[in-house]
């Protein structure tokens, strides 16, 4: 399975920027669909973010017109641009492969990383 190592989070006040960076453990260009996920204590994995190789993007309501995701196939990295955070989006951000736009949120095609925390407060 193909391992992911997310860094970039942080402490930033409401309103902030992060921009996190996800490098994969071998190439991506034969994984479909990349995706960000987040999980907030107490709270079940969110999937966020996803990117297609042909460069489709789909969107949680959650994130949309805030997040914007991108990926670099020749450099097996994907990166997730935040704009305008919140509280809520205090979390452990992860990323993971997907089958598909269309498949189950929680199916995944590598192996959970570490993650790297956001936190959101004034």
């Known amino acids: 399975q193909v391992h992911f190592v997310e860094s970039g989070g942080g402490l930033v006040q409401p309103g902030g920027s992060l921009r996190l960076s996800c490098a994969a453990s071998?190439?991506?260009?034969?994984?479909?669909?990349m995706a960000w996920y987040r999980q907030a204590p107490g709270k079940q994995r969110e999937l966020l973010a996803s990117?297609?190789?042909?460069?489709?993007?789909d969107y949680a309501d959650s994130v949309k017109d805030r997040f914007t995701i991108s990926r670099d196939s020749a450099k097996n990295t994907i990166a997730l641009q935040m704009n305008g955070l919140k509280l809520e989006d205090t979390a452990v951000y992860y990323c993971?492969?997907?089958?598909?736009?269309?498949?189950?949120?929680?199916?995944?095609?590598?192996?959970w990383g570490q993650g790297t925390q956001v936190t959101v407060s004034s």
């Open positions: 993971n492969g997907r089958p598909g736009l269309r498949s189950g949120s929680s199916v995944v095609t590598g192996s």
């Open positions: 990117i297609t190789s042909f460069g489709i993007t």
């Open positions: 071998e190439t991506t260009a034969s994984i479909y669909v």
